[in-house]
Every structure is written in C-alpha cells, then in structure tokens.
C-alpha cells in the first residue's frame, strides 16, 4: 500500500511539473487530452452505427461523415500533440535544470560540492541525456499525461464493451492492466538498476569530457594518451552497463509469460463476441463495435513510448525531492562589522568531510586590522584550507574563528564576503571579457572604462577582449597574464570597498620583474585593507609585517623575517635553502 501511495504521489509530482510549460501549453494539452480520450470509445460506438446501417441498407452518409471526422480529429490532435509534447518537454527539462542549478548554487558553503551523493543526484535530476529514448523529466511529465489520457480512453472503451459482454470488458481490461504491470515491473527493475550505476555513469561523461575537451587535449597528445583514454572510457561503460546487460538479457528471455497471457485474452476477445454473433445475440454492427471497442482495450497492455518516459524520468522527480530535501535555508545572520576587522582563529581545527585526519588542528592566529600577514609552510600544510575557512566555505569542526569578536559562523556570508577579496591559488579563467574578468570580483559596484583600463593594461590592449580560446573571435592569455589579471581583479575589488585581501600563490607565474614590484605595487596599492599573503616564494613574504608558518595542522612559528632568521627555526632553514640556490656558492653546489 505504501509503493503504491509512493507512486501515486511520484505521478501527481510528475503532473505537477507541467506548470512549468506555461498556460497556453497545457490548455493545448488539455484539449488534445480530451479528444485523446474520447476519440476510441466514439469509434466504437459510430462502427456499430455504420455497419448496421450498410447491412440493412439504410443511408450511411451520417456515420461515414461522423467516423471519419472523429478520425481526421485524433490524427490531427496527434500531430499537433508533437509539436506541443517537444515544446513541453523542453520547458519542462529546461526549469528543472535552472531548479537543480539554484540548488547547487544556493548552499553559501562548498560542502555539499565534494560530496558524491549530491552529484548522483544532481545527475540524476538534470537532464538524463539521450540513449534510445529521451531521459528526461520533461519527457516524464509529457508521458504521464499521455498515460493518464490512455488509461481513461481504455476505461471508456472498456465501458462501451461491458455494455454488451460486462465481464468480458473487465476481463480484458484486467488482463491487458496485468500485461502492463509484468513488463513494467521488468522494466522498472531494469531502470533501478541503471540508476544504482549512476556513479559508474559520471565516471563515463568524466572520461569522455577528458577525451573530447580542450583542458586535457595538450597532456593526452603530449603523453600520448589518446588510446590510454578511449580504453578508459569504453572501461567505464561497460562498468557502467555490464549488470544491465545481463539483467536485460535476462528479463527478455521471460517475455512468453506476457505473450502468452495476450494471446489467451485476444482469442478471448475474438470468441465472445464472435459465438454471440453466430447465436443471433449480436448484429453485425453491434459485433464491429464488441471488435473494435475490445481492442481499444486490449491496446493498453502495449507499454507505450510514454511509459517508458515515465521510468525512466520518474528517477528526476524523486532526485529532485531528494535534492530539495538536503537543501537548507539560505544562511543568514547578524552583519559584517564594518571598517577593517581583526580576526581571531581561536583553537580551529577542521578535517576535510569524509577524510580521517584533520587538516589544521587548533590553530591560534590574529590577522590584526590592517596587517600584512604571510603564511608559508610546505605544501599540503593547511594554508589554503585555511583560507578557505576564513571566506566561510566550509565551517571548522572545532574551535572558531572571530571577525571583531563576532564568530563567523554569526555572520551574514555575503555580507562578509562583500569585505573579502581572495586570489585562489587556483582561480577561475572566465571566458568572458577581460573587462568582465577583472569587474566580477565586485559585481555590485561599476567601474568607469578608464580605471578598468588602466587595472588591465599590462595584460590587453582593449579591455572588451573575449578571453575565450574556444570561442570565435576570441583569444588566450599566458598564464602570467592571467595572474596579471586576477591580481587587477583583486586591486579593483580593493578599489570597490573590499577590506580583507587575500592572495594565495598570487606570483607563482609571473616573471621575475613582474614579481619584484608586487610587494610595492599590488600590496602596497591596498591602501588600509588587511592582507593575508600565501606563497612559496619566501623573497615575496619578505616584507610582510609577520610571517606565520603552518606545520602539521598548527601555527609552529610566527614574527618579521628578521625575528624569525634569528630564531633560526624551520622558516630560516627554508629562507636559507631557497636563497642559496640563487648564490654562486649554491649554483656550484
Ligand atoms: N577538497 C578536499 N578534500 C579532501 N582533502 C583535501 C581537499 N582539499 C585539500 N585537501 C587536503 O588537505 C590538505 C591541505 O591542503 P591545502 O590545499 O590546504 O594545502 P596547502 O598548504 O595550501 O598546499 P600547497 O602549498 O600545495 O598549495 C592536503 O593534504 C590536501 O590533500
């Protein structure tokens, strides 16, 4: 009882999604519906009307005229119902993909991006892509209107039969709605099991993305992966497959079950209303109609395109619930203090999620309004994570972090992050212009030509260049101009009111005269703003006011360069280590 209030919810969810194909489209499915439904039984009646009238010699033009109106009208509506099914599908699949993007972008953290679940079912709740049918929920939500239209014409039908053979009409309708349920059921089970294959499925698109996009198109020619790729993929797929196949195997071999059910239900239909004929019972108009009426029927126990729309869309709408399930309500909280903060990391640990050890493990740190701070520590320290955490991507597990001694995670996340400007280590190329590139870092703000210009006139001559290698008309840039060009994103951020820099690896391509002049240029253009600078470059940490190093999840040593030489701790063995490579005694080394 509870599968079945489960599907019967699952279909009115189904239903519900035609309210994004717009009113006009579904008056227009609505009335082809009806014809839809009241087309069959009509037939049936009208057969009879005719053939009567043929046999006993009585004017026919009327049923003839009639008949073949109701079935210009059904192949009309069925004409139409393709222009208008496309027009709601796509509708229908293009509001539930913008659904599952605001779903995804909603969260003010990153979290739920790094967890798998989310991503099955995202996949699952976007468009499924094309294999012989369409897999979509538009597709889905067109079909159950289809169904829902067929099944009520069967009833009619069926209605139209019991008249003359009532046990009859609920035999057939029984065993053509049993034919159903069997190769649906098959066919469900079959869906669940592509759809238990969904991680097996992006790790196809994964491969097939790598092969086909331009990211990995240098490495796979230079290392020579192309072959190496393919197998990879064609690998995938038939992880991805291999149960399927042999489960579908399988269930085609169990098809005479059904056959044999339809075969006894058509000899059925034939006899009855045959043997009543012979026995005078009938007329022959009244036989045509029992014929006629019967395979309507019948006909519903031939699982339809829709049907299999639904099984296979269906899976959208209940990823769908699930997604809007997990969602929870957009953060909030008290604003961002105002001015240039200071802020605390008090005992602040956090471990990745699903990951056994923790990345920082109760850091202790102040970033004093207005300071330039650096952090170094060898690769995999923590130093981005704790960036991260600074820009309230993700919360800490433990301890937490004070923003003029308001816990961050109190504070409005926009609101704070309109005080933030962060380079990434890894930061996003946009394919968009390089006006767009460098203005996106504070999109509530505008910015005359002339200060963008002269933030990017390093890196383009124009600053309306599309910076889209892909696409026509536009170009790339190296990748120190591109940092060239974050850095302008962030001065430009800076310019709009940010008060809190952060810059991690900001020089890591850029050329040697480029890299001297950032301390004077870039971080000492910040005006009051603080700075937090991460690089592995220790002559760029140089002149920051403290340099912090992280050391397996723990502030292990802080003060200037100098302070920290004359400790002569870990940071001067690395300073040492770095500058002797630069020194003839360390070139001969
Ligand atoms: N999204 C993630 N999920 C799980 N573990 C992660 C994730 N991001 C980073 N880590 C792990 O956390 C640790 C710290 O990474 P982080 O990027 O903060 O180091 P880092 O000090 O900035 O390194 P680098 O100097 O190389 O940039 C590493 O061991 C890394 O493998």
């Not at 460098?438 to 002269?454: R, Y």
Request: net charge positive; aromatic share 6%.
């Amino acid at each position: 009882m509870q599968r079945v209030m489960e599907v019967a919810r699952e279909r009115v969810a189904l239903l519900r999604l035609l309210r994004s194909a717009g009113g006009l489209t579904v008056a227009v499915l609505a009335g082809l519906a009806a014809i839809g439904v009241a087309a069959a039984p009509v037939l049936a009646i009208l057969v009879r009307h005719l053939v009567d009238a043929m046999v006993s010699g009585a004017p026919y033009l009327w049923p003839v005229a009639a008949l073949a109106g109701v079935m210009l009208l059904r192949q009309a509506g069925e004409i139409v119902g393709e222009a208008v099914d496309a027009v709601a599908r796509k509708q229908i699949d293009g509001a539930v993909r913008s659904r599952v993007r605001r779903l995804t972008l909603a969260p003010s953290d990153i979290t739920h991006l790094e967890d798998p679940a989310f991503h099955d079912l995202a996949a699952r709740a976007g468009d499924q892509g094309i294999t012989w049918r369409v897999r979509s929920p538009g597709a889905a939500s067109v079909g159950q209107v289809k169904i829902t239209v067929r099944m009520l014409a069967t009833i009619a039908t069926a209605g139209v039969l019991a008249t003359y053979f009532p046990f009859l009409a609920l035999t057939l309708l029984g065993v053509s709605l049993a034919i159903r349920w069997i190769i649906r059921r098959q066919w469900m089970y079959l869906e669940s099991v592509k759809d238990a294959a969904t991680p097996e499925r992006r790790k196809v698109d994964y491969w097939a993305d790598i092969a086909a996009g331009p990211e990995a198109g240098k490495e796979i020619r230079v290392f020579g992966l192309g072959g190496w790729v393919s197998e990879r993929r064609l690998a995938a797929h038939y992880a991805w497959m291999a149960d399927y196949w042999v489960i579908r195997r399988r269930v085609l071999r169990r098809q005479w079950t059904t056959g044999l059910l339809a075969a006894v239900a058509a000899l059925l239909a034939l006899l009855v209303p045959g043997l009543a004929a012979l026995h005078g019972e009938l007329s022959v108009g009244e036989l045509s109609s029992c014929l006629v009426a019967a395979w309507g029927v019948f006909a519903i126990s031939v699982m339809g395109p829709e049907a299999f729309d639904i099984d296979y869309g269906r899976t959208s709408v209940t990823a769908l619930r699930a997604l809007e399930s997990r969602r929870s309500s957009p953060r909030t909280g008290v604003p961002a203090p105002g001015g240039v903060p200071e802020i605390r990391f008090e005992g602040v640990s956090f471990a990745y999620p699903g990951m056994p050890r923790p990345v920082l493990d109760g850091v202790d740190l102040t970033i004093g309004a207005g300071e330039r701070l650096a952090i170094v520590g060898i690769s995999g320290s923590g130093k981005t994570t704790l960036v991260k955490l600074l820009a309230g991507l993700y919360q800490p597990t433990s301890g937490r972090i004070l923003v003029d001694g308001v816990d961050l995670c109190d504070l409005d996340p926009q609101g704070w992050r309109r005080q933030l400007s962060v380079l990434f280590q890894d930061f996003v190329r946009y394919p968009l212009t390089a006006r767009d590139n460098i203005t996106l870092a504070a999109p509530e703000a505008s910015g005359s030509d002339e200060e963008i210009s002269a933030l990017a006139r390093e890196v383009v001559d124009r600053i309306d260049t599309v910076l889209w290698r892909t696409g026509t008309g536009g170009r790339d840039l190296s990748g120190g101009q591109w940092q060239k060009l974050a850095i302008a994103r962030v001065r430009y951020a800076v310019s709009k009111g940010r008060r809190v820099v952060v810059l991690d690896e900001p020089t890591a391509h850029l050329d040697v005269r480029a890299e001297a002049e950032f301390h004077e240029r870039v971080i000492g253009g910040v005006g009051s703003a603080s700075v937090v600078l991460i690089s592995h470059r220790l002559s760029t940490v140089r002149p920051a006011d403290r340099i912090v190093l992280l050391r397996d999840g723990r502030v292990t040593e802080q003060g200037s360069h100098d302070e920290l030489m004359a400790e002569d701790g870990e940071y001067a063995r690395l300073f040492r280590l770095q500058a002797s490579r630069f020194t003839s005694e360390g070139a001969a080394r």
